[in-house]
């Protein structure tokens, strides 16, 4: 494999952070795309991306955890599942040959495309109905909500559900490694009924545990280079750093459509590439 | 509930343990000085092998290599006082591979020990248990 130069590969994990915390798709849905364009194997990209999601994830969760915002035992009984997940997604990863792995990331970039161009604005409401194991499980919570300015109180509910859709979820992950927030976001949200703000900051906690044990397959298989990794894993950081710093003054009309029109042009590369590329 | 005279006072504290509290500062912590302290190392190193070469490129492999492994060699260099770019850079991922371990084996504890949790202390295990497995023994 040819290396790339540590300044092109800081330079791209630098955009990719920055672009992927603007729109809270995570580093890696740009990152490896874009690692494989400039030359880089599609499983030392993926490989390298899972490393860099366990600095971004538990940055962020870091922060949200101490704004009592995180659900810590939904985030730690879900964590079972995903980390399954991972480590099976990961595994196949590591037998199958490139040109799947291409067609599967630009199919999921093209899924993700639809879930946001789609996107409704729902109100959340509590969920109606909590059933048996769920309450077992103790998934009740309460937070302040600064927009609103009152306590909102809620109980996480068919966690039945919620288990075996994280371990899909934990597979995407692992499979591509990305965090697949977006993913986790959804089952918490509409499987489980917990409010947004509970749902993106406790599927960052999630997310970590689950990077790492998609990590730990990929290490084992001998695919994570130190001198790949150490610079995606600063310049994602930084990028992402800076994502969310900026994020506050940019308009959210303007962001998106920008972020629609990247994953749909992204997502069409890869399955491009995957079907009748020259890998 | 608060008057709509009153600024509104949150009382989710009430409800929520204090233990809970705990648990969260904890977790916090745990993350953030990891996140940190690696994000340090990988600097320093990075500082450090472009003012000794000019140049950022690290070439080395660690293929075959187990979490144990890679931070035993590195533990085993810090011993020898052998510092350079290479170590500090291969601590920084060290740590960072850590930072998420460090995390469940602490709310374990935590579980087990201070909220009494048996249910939530064995979810914490069983996660433990595969990490540990599939990072450090295979």
């Known amino acids: 494999?040819?290396?790339?130069?540590?300044?092109?590969?800081?330079?791209?994990?630098?955009?990719?952070?920055?672009?992927?915390?603007?729109?809270?798709?995570?580093?890696?849905?740009?990152?490896?795309?874009?690692?494989?364009?400039?030359?880089?194997?599609?499983?030392?990209?993926?490989?390298?991306?899972?490393?860099?999601?366990?600095?971004?994830?538990?940055?962020?969760?870091?922060?949200?955890?101490?704004?009592?915002?995180?659900?810590?035992?939904?985030?730690?009984?879900?964590?079972?599942?995903?980390?399954?997940?991972?480590?099976?997604?990961?595994?196949?990863?590591?037998?199958?040959?490139?040109?799947?792995?291409?067609?599967?990331?630009?199919?999921?970039?093209?899924?993700?495309?639809?879930?946001?161009?789609?996107?409704?604005n729902v109100d959340w409401e509590p969920a109606a109905h909590v059933d048996r194991f769920s309450r077992w499980l103790e998934l009740k919570g309460c937070y302040f909500d600064q927009a609103a300015g009152h306590d909102i109180h809620y109980e996480g509910t068919r966690a039945y559900l919620g288990g075996p859709m994280m371990f899909g979820a934990g597979f995407i992950a692992g499979l591509l490694g990305i965090g697949a927030g977006a993913l986790k976001v959804l089952v918490l949200d509409l499987g489980m009924r917990l409010p947004p703000k509970v749902s993106t900051t406790t599927s960052n906690l999630i997310i970590g545990v689950t990077a790492l044990a998609g990590t730990s397959v990929y290490l084992a298989a001998g695919l994570i280079d130190p001198g790949l990794a150490a610079p995606i894993i600063l310049g994602v950081s930084v990028g992402a750093f800076i994502g969310t710093v900026v994020l506050v003054r940019l308009s959210n009309m303007a962001v998106r459509r920008f972020f629609l029109v990247v994953l749909l042009a992204l997502g069409a590369e890869m399955v491009i590439r995957g079907v009748w590329g020259n890998l | 509930m608060s008057k709509a005279s009153e600024p509104f006072v949150s009382v989710c504290g009430a409800d929520e343990s204090a233990i809970q509290h705990m648990m969260e500062t904890m977790v916090g912590y745990i993350l953030q000085v990891g996140v940190m302290i690696s994000a340090a190392l990988l600097v320093a190193g990075y500082a450090w092998r472009f003012l000794a070469?000019?140049?950022?490129?690290?070439?080395?492999?660690?293929?075959?290599?187990?979490?144990?492994?890679?931070?035993?060699?590195?533990?085993?260099?810090?011993?020898?006082?052998?510092?350079?770019?290479?170590?500090?850079?291969?601590?920084?991922?060290?740590?960072?591979?850590?930072?998420?371990?460090?995390?469940?084996?602490?709310?374990?504890?935590?579980?087990?020990?201070?909220a009494r949790n048996l249910k939530y202390a064995l979810f914490t295990l069983f996660v433990l248990t595969v990490l540990v497995h599939s990072l450090l023994v295979r």
């Open chain 1, 1 to 120: 494999m040819d290396t790339l130069p540590v300044g092109w590969l800081l330079l791209i994990s630098v955009a990719a952070g920055f672009v992927g915390a603007m729109s809270g798709m995570g580093g890696g849905v740009i990152l490896i795309p874009a690692l494989t364009l400039a030359g880089m194997d599609i499983k030392h990209a993926i490989a390298a991306s899972i490393v860099s999601v366990i600095a971004t994830s538990s940055g962020a969760a870091a922060a949200y955890v101490r704004d009592r915002l995180t659900n810590l035992k939904v985030g730690m009984f879900l964590e079972m599942f995903t980390m399954l997940g991972a480590i099976v997604g990961a595994s196949i990863t590591v037998l199958v040959s490139p040109r799947p792995l291409f067609i599967i990331f630009g199919v999921v970039l093209l899924v993700v495309w639809g879930a946001m161009y789609l996107q409704r």
């Open chain 2, 53 to 114: 070469t000019g140049h950022l490129g690290f070439d080395y492999t660690i293929a075959g290599m187990n979490l144990y492994d890679f931070a035993m060699l590195e533990v085993r260099q810090v011993a020898e006082g052998a510092f350079r770019p290479r170590l500090l850079v291969s601590l920084g991922i060290v740590v960072l591979l850590l930072t998420p371990l460090v995390r469940v084996l602490a709310s374990m504890v935590f579980f087990a020990v201070v």
